[in-house]
């Protein structure tokens, strides 16, 4: 692993992880949806999902698709022309980067015990979903909650996802040190292909 790819890997790895694994209990066959595939987090979710069994539909923007198809989609959705939550699709498990559906919508893309965990997206469905979420847990088959990332754990089983080869950790851009500030303006931007990485050098040392 190079210093750029490991100083990709360790908040959005593992809140691809942690949601898959711990909250959204994948398991091997499921039908699981990634919402914000194409990002940070969602570029590791997408191959951890695979690397688990699943056959894994990743959901992003246009110029996206190829590059999520690339790092083993089965099937690609472009936010900017389907609706997912609006289609007869039903899914095991959501993990959602990108939240901006009201968790209403997000239950009904679900399977009748099928998961929902909220990674990212807007305040307000963050907070939708975690006063909601509890209740409707309780109250039916479904399981509805999100994810709290717990840094560091679970480095050591991505390093083992790395070393056999199920992982690898997408890049879209290289910042020097010195270019930081225009690096967290592209992040911020939201558009990024994977992860931004700075460098203390281009391309050696991270
Ligand atoms: N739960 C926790 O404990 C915890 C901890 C740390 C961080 N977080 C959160 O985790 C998230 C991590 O995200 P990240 O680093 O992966 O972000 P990112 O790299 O910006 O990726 C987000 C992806 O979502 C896509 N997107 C935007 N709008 C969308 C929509 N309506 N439908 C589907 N996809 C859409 C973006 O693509 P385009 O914009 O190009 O369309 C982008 O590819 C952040 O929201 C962060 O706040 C949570």
């Known amino acids: 692993m190079t210093f750029d790819e490991a100083a990709a890997v360790p908040q959005a790895a593992l809140l691809a992880l942690q949601g898959l694994r711990d909250k959204g209990q994948i398991q091997p066959g499921q039908k699981v949806l990634i919402n914000g595939a194409g990002g940070g987090a969602g570029t590791f979710a997408m191959q951890i999902a695979k690397s688990f069994g699943a056959e894994v539909t990743g959901v992003d923007s246009t110029s996206k698709l190829d590059m999520m198809r690339s ?87 991505m390093k083992e996802l790395f070393e056999a080869g199920k992982v690898v950790p997408v890049i879209d851009r290289r910042y020097p040190l010195s270019e930081v500030a225009e690096a967290l303006r592209y992040f911020g931007g939201g558009h990024a292909q994977g992860k931004v990485v700075i460098t203390l050098e281009h391309n050696d040392k991270t």
């Open 71 to 157: 790092i083993g989609a089965d099937q690609v959705i472009d936010y900017t022309q389907e609706d997912f939550t609006k289609n007869e699709q039903r899914y095991d498990l959501i993990l959602d980067v990108a939240a901006y559906h009201s968790i209403f919508d997000y239950k009904r893309a679900l399977s009748p015990k099928g998961i929902y965990v909220i990674v990212g997206g807007s305040t307000a469905q963050m907070f939708q979903a975690g006063f909601l979420g509890p209740w409707i847990s309780m109250t039916g088959s479904k399981k509805m909650g999100i994810l709290m990332h717990k840094p560091n754990k679970d480095l050591a089983f």
